[in-house]
Structures are given as C-alpha cells and as structure tokens.
C-alpha cells in the first residue's frame, strides 16, 4: 500500500489529542493513518519563508511544516487567496480585488511549499492536496520532476466560465488544475462548471461520459498539456455516527443545561458559522426580524442563538461584516427584545465540538443558509446530533452543496429574507410526524456519504491511476476510463 502524503495550508497540531471541530483534520481522520505524511503551513510567519520542512512526529503521522515569510503569507493568503480567488470561486465577483503582485506571491508560496516537500516525498507516494490556496502546486511539483500520483480536492465551489473569466490570470489557474491525476468536486453542478470551464476557456474537448442512471456525469476525463485528468464528484461528509454519540453525551453536559435552563421553555433555533461573507448571516438575522413582524405569535416564543466564529480578521471584507452584524444584531434586538427575553443572542467565537453538539441537539431549528458554500458540514452535524424521538427542523440554502443531497430539510433562497422567515414559522409549527419522517430521510443520508467515503472514494481514484500519468504511457490506455 502507497503511502499517503496530506497537503492542506493548515495542518492540525500534532500534539492535539482532540482536533479541531469540522477542520479538515476530522475529515481526514480515517484515512491518515499512521506511517503517513502531512505537509503545509506550520501557522507561523518569520521575516523569510523556510526553504525546508521542521519535522515531528506523532501517532506515527509525521507532520513537515514551513514558517511563512510575513510578506509571503500577506501576499499568498490575505492578498490573492482571500482577496480574489476566494470571493470568484464564492460568486461575489464584486468583491475581487486582484493584484498582479499578489498574484505572484500566491504561486511563489505554491513553489517555496513543492521545493520543501519534493525532498520529502518516495516514489510511490500518493500525494493529495486540498483547496484553493494551492491550486498550482502539482505544477509546481512536476517542474521539479515529480511524477507521482497527485490529486487535488477542491472545497468550495467550483464556478460557470462567465464567473471565472472575470478573475484575471484565471485560465492559467485552470491551466495549473491539469497538472493534478484526479481533481475532485463535492457536486455533480460543480463538476459540470468545470468541464464547462476546461471546454471554453482551454479550449479542451472534454468527452460526454454517462452515468449509469442517466444524471449528470460524476467522471469526467480528458488530455491537457501531455497529461491525462480524470475529474470527479466526492461530497464531503462527517463521521455521523460518532457526532451522534458526542450529541447524546453532551446533553447532559454543564453547558447545555444552562443553555436549557436559559430558555425558559422556548423553543432554540441554532446557526453556527465561520463569520464569513459567504455565509449570509446579515440576510440570516433580517428574515428572524421578519419572522417577528410576519407571525408576532412567535414573539417570546423562540431564541436564535448564532455562533459566528471569527476568520480572516485583517482582511477588510471581514471586518466590515463584523460592524455591519454588529448593527443588524443590535436593531432586531432594539426592536422585538422584552426586559425579560432577547430574541438574538450573538456569539462571535469558537465553541469546543462537544458544546457545539449538545447545543444541536436542544434546537428546534437549525437555520444553514449561506449564500454559496462548497457543501456545509453543520447541516450534517444538526441531522446528526438530533433526537430522532423528537428532531429539530433543518433551514438549507438551496445555494449549499449539501442541498444537492439533503431534500428532506426546508430549502430556501437566501436571498429572499420572506421566504426564509416561512420557513422558520413552518420549522417552529411542524407537527412531530413530520419532523420526524424528514429527519429520518437526511439522518439516513448523512450516515451514508461520511467523511470516511469521502476519503475512500478520492484515494481508489487516485490509486488507479498510472504512475507515469503521461498520455504516452503504456499503462495509461488500461487506465483512462
Ligand atoms: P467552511 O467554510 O469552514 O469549510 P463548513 O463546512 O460549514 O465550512 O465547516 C465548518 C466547520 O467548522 C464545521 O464542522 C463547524 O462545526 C465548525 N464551526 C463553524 N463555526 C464554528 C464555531 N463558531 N465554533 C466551533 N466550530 C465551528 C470549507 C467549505 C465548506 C465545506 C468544508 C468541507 O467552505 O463548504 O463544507 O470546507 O469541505
């Protein structure tokens, strides 16, 4: 068996016993297993980029990461990454500020992370890399002469070539996606942009391949530059079973029983982000305004908690979200609280995965509606963490990926605060039956594409493909379809 070799910007701390709540660290826990590599950004920025990867070890995972030069990050992270490719790939092309400097920082980091880890790397390994802040990097690595097998998986979405020609430099990134053996996509939707994309911007043929069932295609291959790519749909899931078990604990926790005490008997809608633009929270806190003016019977009925935690704080797109969330908490507050019931209360930090999973479980509503989002891993944590005796009611953006497979939750536009503030009287109004008959369906879908298939599925597509993935290779004929 091929080693594997995780390439993420962030890699989990070793020392952590527990990882982070929803990072890629527990997505990835089946498949890291020991005598593994995982290789990125150490989280720390020095005056210059380390030319060489620190080294250490534990549970037999070795974890190789490079301090970021200040400028380097500035120029790789906030600059490009966030400033621009970030908003493109998350359709707010208003929001692209791109600048050729920064532009050249993104790929030179994308250079100084292959010159530290192609020293590292055997020949067999199995090398897969996530996200859009390393697009480039198989290409890089192939210019110093790697010729293993490297897959990449994409998180957000992936977006039409209208959307995507609006980024300066995009058809190179595209270009720079054709260096990968697989490239994976969480949507059938998302896949089809791309093949839109490869087909009109490089000019590629890209074969029809249909699936079985007759929807839209999950493979698709085609040849760019000397290089055969096989592009796929894997969605991206959680561990269900075991957030269930976490869930049911920690009802009893010391947390979630003063969070039960607090309510006083209302009713607890929930929404749990990254305070990111991308998510609509601002949209969010206007419709539970407009549930208020809508259906006054819910007044003192029910409290919203939102959870927001911080990211990306020294870009200036997310500072002016905070001041406008600020403002928009505030006025719904001003204008429906009671001296003895806040409708909103507003959290903007982290909580631990166990608080998180028994505060699920007490809601009767989870309220998921981002204005695009590659999947969202806290619709599935909501399904999963509820009493199917008595579930709450799942609110989901019809713009999330896990909308694709999540038909039994209340889809809404989340653009139309209207529409959202039904939906949230039809959750709190839901007769038990229901409830419960729509639980059971996205329960059952949960549980079946977990973040353990997730890994099965990208790694026995990478594993097939020939070493030499160079069209002239022989064994590249009895691998192409
Ligand atoms: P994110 O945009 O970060 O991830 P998401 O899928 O919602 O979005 O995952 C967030 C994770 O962090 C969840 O597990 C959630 O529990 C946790 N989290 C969020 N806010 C938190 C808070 N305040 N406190 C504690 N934990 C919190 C990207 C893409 C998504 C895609 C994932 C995985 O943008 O679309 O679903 O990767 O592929």
Redesign the pocket.
Known sequence: MARLVVVSNRVPQPRQRLPQ???LA??LADAVKSGSLWFGWSGKCAPATATAATLQEAGGVTYATIDLGETDHRLFYTGFGNGALWPMLLFRLGLINFRPEEYAGYRAVNRAYARALAPLLQPDDLIWVHDYLLIPLAEELRALGVDNRIGFFL??PFVPPAILSALPRAAELLGSLCAYDVVGF?TRGYLAAFKDCVTQVLNVEVPNIQSPNGQADETVCFSHGGRRVRAIVDP?GIDADAFSRVAQRAVGSPETRRLAASLDGRALAIG???L?Y?KGLPNRVEAFGRLFEQHPEHRRQVSFLQ???PSREDIGDYQSLRRQLDRLVGDVNGRYSDADWTPLRYMT?????RT?AGFYRLARVGVVTPLR??????AK?FIAAQDPLDPGVLILSRF??AADDMAGALIVNPFDADEVAEAMHAALSMREEERKARHEALHAQVRRTTANRFCEVFLAQLQRTPRHGGIGHPAFAAAAM
């Open positions: 709540a929803g990072g527990v997505v998180h957000t969480q991206v749990v982000d990254r990111d991308a959870v927001a935690a930090r982290p909580l631990g995965r998180l989002d590659g999947m969202n891993l806290v944590e999330a990926g």
